[in-house]
C-alpha cells in the first residue's frame, strides 16, 4: 500500500513554533486537529491545510468532504504558477487516494491533476520532487508499470534530497524498496526500507514507522522479523488503527490444523 507525503515543515529546531506543533499533531495521526492550527488565510496556508487533510484521508478513509472543501479554498486562493500547481498536485493526490481505496474511480482526473501540475511546477522547484513521488505511486499502483514508477521515484529522491526533504526521502527509499523486492532483490529491498524506518524514527513520524517496520519485516529472517512485526502492532494500536490498510499486513497468519 502506498502513501502519501508532505513537505515536514517543523521538523527540525529553530522552526516556527506553530509549524513545529502542526508537525508534531500530524505525526501521531491527528490530522484534524492540526488542520485546525493552519488557518487557510494565505495561499500557502490553504495548500498545507489541504495536504494535512488529505494524508487523512489516505490514513484513514475518512474525511473526503472536508478534503474536498480545503482543496477548492487552495485552489481559490492560488495565484502563482508553482501555488496553482501544488493545489493540481494535491487533487491528484486526493483523487489517486479515493481510487486506491476503492471510494470511487477518479483514476483520470487524477492523471489530469498531476500532468497539469507537472506543466505548472518547474523541473528543479522544491514541489517538484513530491509531483514526481506521487506521478510514481500512479504508475505503480494505478497503472501497473514498474518501470514508470521507479523512473519517477528516482526523480523524485534526486529531488528531496536536493531540498534536503528528509520526510520525501523516507518516501522513496520506502517506494524504491517495494519494487526492489517485488523484483526478488531482497538485499537491496532490506537497505531502503531499513533507511526509511531510521529517518522516520529520527523526524518522530510515528505514523510512518509500522509501515516501515512492517515492510522491514518482509526482508528479515526469523526471530527479527516477528520482532518487528510485533513492534509494528504495537504502534498501529497506540495510534487506533492507523493507517487503516496496514491491518491486513499486520493480520496474524491463520491456524493450521
Given amino acids: 500500500m502506498a502513501h502519501t507525503a508532505m513537505s515536514g515543515y517543523g521538523t527540525t529546531a529553530g522552526d516556527d513554533p ?20 493552519v488557518e487557510p488565510v494565505s495561499p500557502r496556508a490553504a495548500l498545507q491545510r489541504t495536504a494535512l487533510l488529505v494524508e487523512r484521508c489516505l490514513y484513514t478513509e475518512q474525511g473526503w468532504e472536508e478534503a474536498e472543501d480545503a482543496l477548492r479554498t487552495a485552489e481559490a486562493q492560488a495565484r502563482t504558477d508553482d501555488e496553482r500547481g501544488a493545489a493540481a498536485c494535491e487533487r491528484g493526490q486526493l483523487a489517486y487516494a479515493a481510487t486506491l481505496l476503492g471510494v ?37 499502483n494505478l497503472a501497473d508499470a514498474p518501470q514508470a514508477a521507479r523512473a ?59 509501515p516501515a517496520l512492517a515492510s522491514l519485516a518482509d526482508t528479515e529472517p526469523e526471530p527479527e522479523a516477528s520482532r518487528l512485526r510485533e513492534e509494528a502492532r504495537r504502534l498501529f494500536r497506540l495510534l487506533g488503527g492507523v493507517p487503516t490498510w496496514l491491518a491486513r499486513q499486520l493480520a496474524p497468519p491463520a491456524a493450521t490444523a
Avoid: K
Avoid at 492523471?111 to 505503480?140: H, K, M, Q, T, Y
Avoid at 526521502?169 to 529491498?189: I, K, M, N, P
Fill in 104 to 140: 470511487r474511480d477518479r483514476s483520470d482526473e487524477a492523471r489530469a491533476a498531476l500532468g497539469r501540475a507537472a506543466a505548472l511546477i518547474a523541473p528543479g522547484a522544491p514541489g517538484r520532487a513530491l509531483l514526481d513521488f506521487r506521478r510514481g505511486l500512479l504508475a505503480e
Fill in 18 to 37: 506553530l509549524q513545529t506543533a502542526v508537525w508534531r499533531l500530524r505525526s501521531r495521526a491527528c490530522w484534524v486537529d492540526a488542520a485546525a492550527l
Fill in 152 to 210: 519517477a521515484y528516482r526523480r523524485a529522491h534526486a529531488g528531496a534530497t536536493a531540498h534536503d526533504d528528509l520526510l520525501l526521502q523516507s518516501f522513496t527509499w520506502r517506494h524504491l524498496a517495494g519494487l526492489a523486492l517485488r523484483e526478488g532483490e531482497l538485499a537491496e529491498a532490506r537497505h531502503g526500507f531499513a533507511e526509511s524506518l531510521r529517518i522516520r524514527e529520527e523526524l518522530g513520524y510515528l505514523v510512518g514507522t509500522a
